[in-house]
């Protein structure tokens, strides 16, 4: 089984056995500590819940230090919903060397918010024509029909000007280029969405 949190740390670039050089994000990943491990017979589904991170003991409630116990004062918790594996119980640590290189995970994390945007930005609108008599319409949406079609209203999921960025994003079938034990980095190929220091969760 092979899942860990871990940070965005940076961009770099690798050169892969074949010569050719690839771009890599750096992952700050784990070590992470297994909190609870939840059955169809007791929750309805099954998943391992793993912690991550650092906080302060005066930053914890009652109820998370009652639910962590001894385990630590994690600043994450997750879960994957996975079937568990009869090595991992509670308070097994996973580290970095749970993944090797040519491995393909899955990673989920929470893209850049860019705040309110047009739709040239945001959807990839050509903008309205630049001559003929149109003075600002560059960066317009046009018309967004309406009358017949949908009774003279907004259809829903129409693409307008709003807020951009902020989702949860999830790429799949991410290759693994290196795997640092020392430093419990990942390097993994191409881009991850997310700024520095972002949440990244990766499963194998």
């Known amino acids: 089984m092979k899942i860990i949190l871990g940070t965005k740390e940076k961009m770099t670039q690798l050169f892969g056995a074949d010569g050719k050089i ?5 992952i700050n ?4 500590v297994v909190t609870q491990i939840k059955t169809q017979a007791v929750d309805g589904y099954e998943a391992v819940q793993v912690g991550f991170g650092e906080k302060k003991s005066h930053n914890i409630n ?3 230090a009652g639910h962590l116990k001894d385990l630590g ?6 879960e994957f919903r996975i079937a568990p594996g009869p090595e991992i119980k509670v308070g097994a640590k996973i580290d970095a060397t749970a993944f090797v290189p040519d491995d393909k ?3 989920s994390s929470i893209s850049k918010g860019k705040g309110f945007q047009g739709v040239v930005k945001r959807h990839g609108f050509s903008g309205g024509p630049r001559t003929h008599g149109q003075k600002h319409s560059e960066r317009e ?3 967004i029909g309406g009358r ?3 009774g003279g209203r907004v259809s829903k999921g129409m693409r307008m000007a709003g807020r951009m960025g902020g989702d949860r994003v999830t790429l799949h079938d991410v290759q693994v280029l290196h795997v640092d034990p020392g430093t419990n980095q ?3 190929k191409g881009a991850v969405p997310g700024r520095r220091g972002t949440l990244i969760e990766i499963q194998g």
């Open 22 to 26: 690839y771009p890599a994000t750096v």
């Open 29 to 32: 990943a784990g070590p992470v």
């Open 62 to 64: 009652k109820a998370a």
């Open 73 to 78: 004062n994690f600043r994450y918790l997750r």
């Open 105 to 107: 995970v899955r990673l």
């Open 141 to 143: 949406p046009g018309s």
């Open 148 to 150: 017949g079609r949908a």
């Open 186 to 188: 990942i390097y993994v």
